[in-house]
Every structure is written in C-alpha cells, then in structure tokens.
C-alpha cells in the first residue's frame, strides 16, 4: 500500500492550496483517510478526517471553518482544501489511512497504519 501526497507549496497569508493524496495497492471505502501535519520542532498534530468515504469528516478546530477535507471514492484519494492559510499552518502535511479505525479514535494518530510521505506547506507573512 502506497500514499502519495502532493500539492504543497510556498503561499502568502490568505492565500489558499489544495492537498491530494492517492492512494494504490487498496482501498479505504470503509476505513478512515486523514490529514496531519507537523512544524518545526512540534509533535505532528491532527489535521482533518473523512471516515468511510466522507459519511463523517472531523476537524481540528484550528482549521474548521477554513480547510476542507473530502474523498473521491472512485479515485481512492483524500484531498485537503485550505482556504484563508495562516503562516502557523505552515508545516509538513501527511495523509494517513486505516482500514480498520473507528470514528473516536480519527485524531490520533496511533489510529492509522498507513502513511504518505507529506508535502511541505509555507504559509508567509
């Protein structure tokens, strides 16, 4: 099983990108496909959940309202849209997946056995 992520970039405060993650080798249809991200010198934190192919998404409340998380089921990927970016979501994003997690435990990140190789995101002030 292979995540693939993509989409980072250097962008200005205010400014809005648009994760992907693809998923090969099997599908997360009844699982859970997630975002988490990490800075520089912090412990990697949860980002955004779509448990069994969107039925539930889940957010951190630092970015609900502002990014957006949504699968494609026919496609097997995750994709993350941030709008209204801050410089301190500037960080590594990871997408992550589990075939087997349940929803109370979608922001752990113990909860996911898959995962892809994260995509740099700078947000400048």
């Known amino acids: 099983v292979q995540l693939q992520a993509s989409g980072g970039g250097l962008v200005e405060t205010g400014d809005s990108l648009r994760l992907s993650c693809a998923a090969s080798?099997?599908?997360?249809?009844?699982?859970?496909m997630g975002w988490f991200r990490q800075a520089p010198g912090m412990e990697r934190e949860f980002v955004a959940a779509?448990?069994?192919?969107?039925?539930?998404?889940i957010y951190a409340d630092s970015v609900k309202g502002r990014f957006t998380i949504s699968r494609d089921k026919t496609k097997n990927t995750v994709n993350l849209q941030m709008n209204n970016l801050m410089p301190e979501d500037t960080a590594v994003y990871y997408c992550?997946?589990?075939?087997?997690?349940?929803?109370?435990?979608?922001?752990?990140?113990?909860?996911?056995?898959?995962w892809g190789q994260g995509t740099l995101v700078t947000v400048s002030s």
């Open positions: 992550a997946a589990s075939s087997g997690a349940i929803l109370s435990s979608v922001r752990s990140s113990s909860a996911y056995n898959y």
């Open positions: 080798g099997r599908t997360f249809s009844n699982g859970v």
């Open positions: 779509s448990f069994r192919s969107g039925g539930t998404t």
